[in-house]
């Protein structure tokens, strides 16, 4: 129980982190987001706006539907619309990559290997 609860805090810790980056990131705080100078203000005011969901209820989701740990995130604006990308080391050791819809939370494709019901790993499809 004691280590269930280290891994929890250890968990909502990365979170906090990865938080806290990416309101650096869309604050402007970092370099140029993605080459271009004017994407981190878009993403910004994408988020004011509400266009986008913040990326704490991403994590929440992401941490629900696939637990292991998350590291990496990224938001990107692609055809149009944006998109959270965020690898993952699941619980069974496999690196997964997810890609979430950034304005309603849907996950729009993951790459690596799937998981099954029954807890195993199989090929990615």
Do not use: C, F, N
Request: charged share 30%.
């Amino acid at each position: 129980m004691a280590g269930a609860m280290a891994g929890s805090k250890s968990l909502r810790g990365v979170r906090a982190a990865l938080s806290g980056a990416l309101l650096l990131v869309l604050l402007g705080a970092g370099a140029s987001y993605a080459g271009d100078g004017h994407d981190h203000d878009r993403a910004r005011r994408a988020l004011e706006s509400g266009e986008i969901l913040p990326l704490r209820a991403i994590l929440d989701r992401v941490d629900r539907d696939y637990p292991g740990q998350i590291m990496e995130v990224e938001l990107e604006r692609e055809d149009a619309r944006w998109l959270y990308e965020i690898k993952l080391l699941r619980t069974d050791g496999a690196l997964v990559k997810l890609k979430i819809d950034a304005r309603d939370g849907a996950l729009l494709g993951i790459k690596g290997p799937k998981q099954k019901k029954d807890g195993r790993t199989g090929a990615a499809r």
